[in-house]
């Protein structure tokens, strides 16, 4: 039988496992089923369990910035970005500011401003776009770019170097294309869901960038995979 590393019994334990990098990184965090849909009835909540919620609780706890689409933050219904106490004093602890970015990338700029992520924001949110801009008023910033990289950039000068990204596929499947990625952080949920849903990456096909698998973990039959860049 195969061992995993148990799992871990305090918060700082997550932190160690999934750490600050030491350079500027971006780290993709995506769950998907066993036979790899990334929804369920067109919603990744279907396919969360044990130990899920804590990962992902972690990962924008030490996170600068987390980076969102658009279509993302409609369909998932994001709310603002405000995480909990002990989080927010963990960050302070280590000298990060109390809440990280919020940034949404969107082409179209279409948004429902009242939705949380924007009028119960703690931060004035940052929207990417590569297409015209328009001004947002004080319910977010928008940066007009000409691709992803130059948003990383533009990110890492404003002091924002460790990126965490939560999709959705189309934006995952740019930031490869962009060969912008420096980790991914994969759960696998013990579902079989069958056809029609899509995959945690879309859009057009690229050279495989090698991974290497820096741990497993496992709760109650859920599978946690974290993998960097070889050579990162």
Known sequence: MTSFPVWPST?????????????????????????????????SGGLHGPGDKEIFDSLRMVCDAL??????????????????EPARRWRLAHGLAEFPLMVIVSRSLEFD???????DAPVRPI???????RDLGDAAEVLAVDD???????LHARGATQLL???GPSLFGSMIEADLV??????????LVGGGAGRISAGPVTPPRRLSLRHVLTLDDMLFLRYVRQGS
């Open 11 to 43: 918060a700082d334990g997550l932190v160690e496992l999934y750490p600050r990098n030491p350079a500027p990184a971006l780290r993709m965090n995506f769950i998907a089923s066993a036979d790899g849909a990334v929804t369920v009835d067109g919603l």
């Open 113 to 119: 401003l009242d939705q949380l992520v924007f009028s």
């Open 148 to 154: 992803l990289g130059a948003a990383v950039r533009e």
């Open 182 to 191: 420096d980790e991914l952080c994969l759960t696998v949920s013990p579902l």
């Open 127 to 133: 929207v990417v776009t590569t297409g015209p801009a």
């Open 67 to 84: 980076v969102v689409a658009a279509g993302t933050v409609r369909a998932e219904n994001y709310d603002a970005l405000r995480l909990t």
């Open 165 to 167: 990204c939560e999709g």
